[in-house]
């Protein structure tokens, strides 16, 4: 047996199908993002960073760096062990706090990410539930797909927020029988949105459990940031809302809110909460302070919707072929991985633009695509910018702009309203 030839072989295979993955190596900047230094071939330049998840800047936001390095200062770098050996620092039980208040639910509890967070969170439920059958929206995150798999629940995948189809499987599996439906807000690829609300009505009339992922909403929707959930006025309806500490709240960790009962009964039973360090107090402590500001400031929610709004007008007006979006998420289909990697690295190298490219199997392919997340601080001009530039990259390589043409940056000057998109669906 070569062991090694295996092992080459199967990265071969991904150089074949043009999808090898290559990271950048970058230095985020406090004070200045979205720039950041970019490391190649032992030269360093300042780039702009536009697909981060760290789509309000809360990363660098000074009150939340403030609790971290407070925190660290008076309570070290770490945890100290698992929850359940000596993990439950202070910091933490506040965060729990925070996070149930976030979404008016009784209980919370913080994972090490928010993949653990499905992962741990489905599999436990789905496997607590006797004979229990887990309804999958088809586009649902890794992290869930997994946590299906790993309860050994039987398992029926929905298209895509169809609500027939969804329907349809509910009445064949018949009220009686345990079911979870298990989706996602907003879906992160495309930047549409989930029917929450008639997802809800028909977990209602199949006496369903439901499970919804708001990873890409939360810190970004509703006046508190509690979501899209809270945006619509549902969260009372959707049993477990799970989330993220690390994209819009600008940190580390996952989470699931609920009832108490379920709470406490994945905080008993998952083996991926209960066999993993805590996160360290300075973690969770910047991720309270994050929250908390939040819950509060409308500033960066609006400016947010504002800059990406306006990314999108550009892009668009410039003959870019721009997918449907209901979201902050700006997706520019390129339709085939080899160029979609060419199109990220030319504008890397020639216009100092950091966005990475979304090839198979994150995507179907054929639908190959830039993923461009702008952010508050992806100002008027950096629009402009960026623009252009991507307008030159489709010219030099030749790629299609669906219906129309790339003609380049308008000279247009006027305000472009903040449009708030309403309701999912
Ligand atoms: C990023 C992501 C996760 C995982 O969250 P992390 O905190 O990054 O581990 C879960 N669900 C969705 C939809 C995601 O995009």
Redesign the pocket.
């Known amino acids: 047996m070569n062991y090694k030839k295996i092992f080459d072989e199967a990265i071969d295979q991904l150089h074949a199908e043009k999808r090898y993955r290559v990271f950048a190596d970058l230095q985020r900047i406090v004070g200045r993002f979205p720039r950041a230094v970019w490391r190649s071939q032992g030269q360093e330049r300042e780039i702009t960073v536009w697909c981060s998840?760290d789509y309000l800047g809360m990363g660098q936001h000074p009150s939340v760096i403030g609790a971290m390095t407070q925190a660290t200062s008076q309570m070290g770098s770490g945890a100290g062990g698992t929850r359940n050996i000596s993990g439950t620092n202070h910091p933490l039980v506040e965060l729990e706090q925070e996070l149930a208040d976030l979404h008016g639910k009784e209980s919370a509890l913080v994972f090490t990410?928010?993949?653990?967070?499905?992962e741990a969170s489905i599999s436990t439920i789905g496997r607590l539930l006797p004979n229990c059958l887990i309804l999958s929206d088809e586009l649902?995150?890794a992290?869930?797909i997994e946590g299906v798999r790993r309860s050994g629940a039987d398992k029926k995948v929905f298209r895509h927020n169809d609500m027939e189809h969804l329907e349809a499987l509910l009445a064949a599996a018949g009220r009686d029988r345990a079911k979870l439906i298990v989706f996602?807000s907003v879906?992160?690829m495309d930047g549409d949105i989930a029917p929450i609300k008639r997802i809800a009505d028909l977990a209602e009339k199949y006496n369903a459990m439901t499970y919804i992922?708001e990873?890409?909403a939360v810190g970004m929707y509703g006046v508190r940031g509690g979501g899209i959930t809270e945006r619509e006025g549902l969260a009372d309806r959707i049993d477990v809302i799970?989330g993220?500490?690390?994209?819009a709240f600008g940190t580390?960790?996952?989470y699931i809110s609920g009832k108490r009962a379920v709470i406490d009964a994945v905080r008993s039973y998952a083996p991926g909460f209960i066999f993993t360090t805590a996160l360290p107090p300075a973690i969770a402590s910047a991720a309270t302070a994050s929250i908390r500001h939040l819950k509060t400031s409308q500033e960066e929610r609006t400016r947010h919707q504002a800059q990406a709004q306006r990314t999108k007008i550009a892009l668009t007006e410039a003959g870019l072929p721009v997918m449907e979006s209901e979201t902050h998420i700006v997706p520019v289909l390129v339709g085939d991985p080899e160029l979609c990697k060419q199109a990220s690295d030319h504008l890397l190298e020639k216009h100092g633009i950091y966005i990475q490219p979304i090839n198979y199997p994150t995507v179907p392919r054929g639908t190959e695509r830039l993923r461009i997340t702008p952010s508050p601080f992806h100002t008027d001009e950096l629009i402009e910018g960026l623009t252009r530039a991507l307008c030159e990259t489709w010219r030099h390589l030749g790629i299609s702009s669906g219906d129309g043409q790339v003609t380049g940056v308008q000279q247009t000057e006027r305000i472009v309203p903040l449009i708030v998109p309403k309701s999912g669906g």
């Open positions: 998840n990410s928010g993949f653990i967070s499905n649902n995150h992290s869930m996602e879906y992160s992922d990873v890409h799970e993220t500490l690390a994209k580390l960790g996952g």
